[in-house]
Structure formats: C-alpha cells, structure tokens
C-alpha cells in the first residue's frame, strides 16, 4: 500500500486528485498509476484503470485472475467496474469514499452477488495516509479559488 500512496503523491504534485493503484501478480509489482485525468485530458485516466490497462500488457491477457490491486482511495463505479471485469480476484484500498465509493459506501460492485466475477475486499489499509493526502488536497484546491 505504501507504493500506492507513492503514486498517489505523484499525483498530487501533478496538481491531480491525489490517487494511485498498484497491481501485484505473484509478488511481484507489475503495474503502477496515478490519476491523470487533467493531466492527459482523459476522463478515463483513473488510477485503477491505468494500472489495469499496465497489468494487462505486462500479462498479455485480460483476465487478471492471480492478481491484487491496492488502491488509496475505494473506486468509483467506472473504476470498480473495470476491476471486475478484469476479473481481479483481490482488492485492497485505504480511504472510504461516502459519495461515490462503488466498494460498498454508495453500492458494493466489487462483491455483488448476482455477477458473474466477486472480488474479496480489504478495507482501511493505510486509510488515515490515504485521507489526509486526500484532505490536504482538496484544502489546497478551495484556498486557489
């Protein structure tokens, strides 16, 4: 969790939403992202979603059916979703996310029972790291204006 958090820095020294993804096969880190939406001017350029894209080349597959991600912050519906069909077996995040968490704050995707792919989930690793960057963020972001 510690490299997300490293990723998630990335981002917010990029002046984005301070979130980052890694993705372990094996032991082995094989993918790692930050937001990058403002950035690459790319409403898809979430971290999970850039990590996955990252894993999936590295494996040469879709299917990531050995692997774990860790999140800081808990997905999006997008980003949830997209974890989900990759078939990701593992997922670890830090920071909930009351407002738009689609792994179980607002709707639980990620263990959904009526599809055909669950993940087992890992809630509040390095979650008060996660949230402070998070906070200090967006405190940043409301003083520019």
């Known amino acids: 969790m510690e490299m997300a958090l490293e990723e998630a820095r990335k981002a917010y ?3 984005e939403t301070p979130i980052g993804a890694i993705i372990v096969h094996n032991g082995e880190v094989i993918a790692k992202a930050c937001n990058r939406r403002n950035t690459d001017k790319n409403s898809l350029a979430h971290a999970e979603v850039m990590a996955i894209d990252e894993a999936c080349k590295y494996i040469g597959d879709w299917r990531l059916e050995e692997c774990t991600i860790y999140i800081t912050l808990e997905p999006c519906p997008m980003c949830a979703g997209a ?6 077996p593992k997922v670890v995040y830090g920071a909930s996310s ?8 607002v709707i639980n995707i990620l263990e959904m029972g009526s599809l055909n792919h669950r993940c ?9 790291e996660s949230a402070v960057l998070l906070k200090d963020y967006f405190k940043k972001m409301r003083q520019k204006k």
């Open 98 to 105: 009351p407002k738009a968490g689609f792994g179980g704050s």
């Open 13 to 15: 020294e990029l002046d």
């Open 83 to 88: 974890i989900v069909q990759a078939r990701i």
């Open 120 to 128: 087992d989930v890992i809630r509040g690793i390095c979650e008060e």
